[in-house]
Nanobody, 112 residues
């Protein structure tokens, strides 16, 4: 299984943007039965799906982020990204990438 490390979180004002990265120790499409993706967990809430991507580039998004977030990966399949635009306070939470294993997460805080 791959080891995953997220980065790019931080504090941003509503309407702002962040780009999260997930660096993998191997190809994220080889070691995962499920499609790799990003998940998030808001304070006091359960972890939820944000977006997934297939090895062929097909993407899937939660309704709450459609049109604002974009998931992508590099050609080697070793880095996955989440571009987040038009951020809202309800996007606040710890963002995790998953490819078989889970990363440790990166905190995103959207606040003025």
């Amino acid at each position: 299984q791959v080891q995953l490390v997220e980065s790019g979180g931080g504090l941003v004002q509503p309407g702002g943007s962040l780009r999260l990265s997930c660096a993998a120790s191997g190809n994220i499409f080889i070691f995962s039965i499920d499609d790799p993706g990003w998940y998030r967990q808001a304070p006091g809430k359960e972890r939820e799906l944000v977006a997934t991507i297939t090895r062929y580039g097909r993407t899937n998004y939660a309704d709450s982020v459609k049109g604002r977030f974009t998931i992508s990966r590099d050609n080697a399949g070793k880095t996955m990204y989440l571009q987040m635009n038009s951020l809202k306070p309800e996007d606040t939470g710890v963002y995790y990438c998953k490819s078989g294993n889970w990363g440790k997460g990166t905190l995103v805080t959207v606040s003025s």
